[in-house]
């Protein structure tokens, strides 16, 4: 009879804790595996094979994780807006560009016969900071004609963009047209013509604002393009990368050969957005600017970052 009572007792508590467990899963689960760069990247691989991906560790300028590492270090691309945050970040800080003027949009821009719309909201004329927030192609345009010649090779130089980074054994270098008249200068800044660069090019350039920020964090500069980065992921065109739980600071880019040819994507981004650590560069071969950043949310959401027990992301 005691043997039999120990028994029912036994398989009852073995009953209770399995119904606990199914209540709660993580009460018998196993230990979640460490969240990596090298599996974020892995796993975002998986859902978007085409994906061209770098994770450049803006302290040490050390690759955390790439995808498709031979062609992201050979891909050259027309950088589409990526380029705006550079430009503007140099313009400013030589006294050439008051941040603070406002530029009326209509949201319709043709250039050299090339349409090269806006795609946000109607709004007021646009301070700098705004004009990041959602890539406003027509206060980028006027940015441009007041260029000098042969100015906008100096102004990107100092980023790294238009040479090989050394973050992989065999890279393609930049390719870049010197305008010859004010349409060629916008179309050349608004990264649709006369430049292409690699994922990793543009990774390097990013890392190079960042430092730029560290070293000159309460430069008017500094705190325009950096206040527009954030707000273009927290509200803006590149709201998409906001979806991954971390903090990100970004720009989108979209561009293509042609009207006849599909565009490819862009997102380049710094996190977190208050104290980067990692530059993110995601090139899609054919997608738009969005697409990049949805991509960008799936990587961080997988990451180190992410402080999170709960497993990756959907």
């Not at 300028?61 to 945050?85: D, I, M, V, W």
Request: aromatic fraction near 4%; hydrophobic fraction near 45%.
């Amino acid at each position: 009879m005691h043997t039999h009572s120990v028994r029912n007792l036994l398989q009852t508590s073995a009953i209770s804790v399995l119904l606990l467990a199914s209540l709660n899963p993580r009460t018998l689960s196993q230990p979640q595996p460490l969240r990596t760069w090298p599996s974020a990247a892995a796993h975002v691989a998986h859902q978007y094979p085409d994906a061209r991906i770098a994770v450049l560790d803006i302290a040490t300028n050390r690759l955390l994780a790439s995808t498709h590492l031979a062609e992201t270090a050979s891909t050259l691309a027309a950088p589409g807006s990526t380029l705006k945050p550079l430009v503007l970040y140099s313009l400013i800080s030589a006294g050439r560009w008051n941040p603070t003027h406002r530029i009326a949009c209509t949201r319709k821009l043709t250039v050299a016969g090339r349409s090269l719309n806006c795609s946000h909201p109607p709004s007021d004329p646009m301070d700098a900071r705004q004009a990041l927030t959602w890539s406003c192609n027509t206060y980028f345009n006027a940015v441009s004609r007041s260029l000098a010649p042969g100015e906008l090779r100096i102004l990107l130089a100092p980023s790294g963009i238009l040479g090989p980074t050394g973050l992989a054994p065999i890279e393609a270098s930049a390719e870049f047209r010197a305008p010859l008249s004010p349409d060629q200068a916008s179309l050349a800044l608004l990264g649709v013509d006369g430049i292409r660069v690699t994922p990793l090019e543009l990774a390097a350039a990013y890392r190079w604002l960042a430092l730029q920020f560290a070293a000159h964090p309460g430069s008017t500069a500094a705190q325009v393009i950096r206040e527009g980065l954030a707000d273009s992921v927290s509200f803006g065109i590149a709201g998409a990368a906001s979806l991954g739980g971390v903090s990100v600071a970004g720009k989108t880019g979209t561009a293509n050969l042609s009207a006849a040819t599909p565009s490819h994507g862009w997102f380049v981004g710094l996190a977190p957005a208050d104290h980067p650590q990692v530059v993110l560069a995601i090139y899609l071969p054919t997608g738009h600017g969005s697409n990049a950043a949805q991509v960008a949310a799936d990587l961080l959401a997988n990451s180190p970052l992410r402080q999170s027990n709960l497993g990756p992301h959907p």
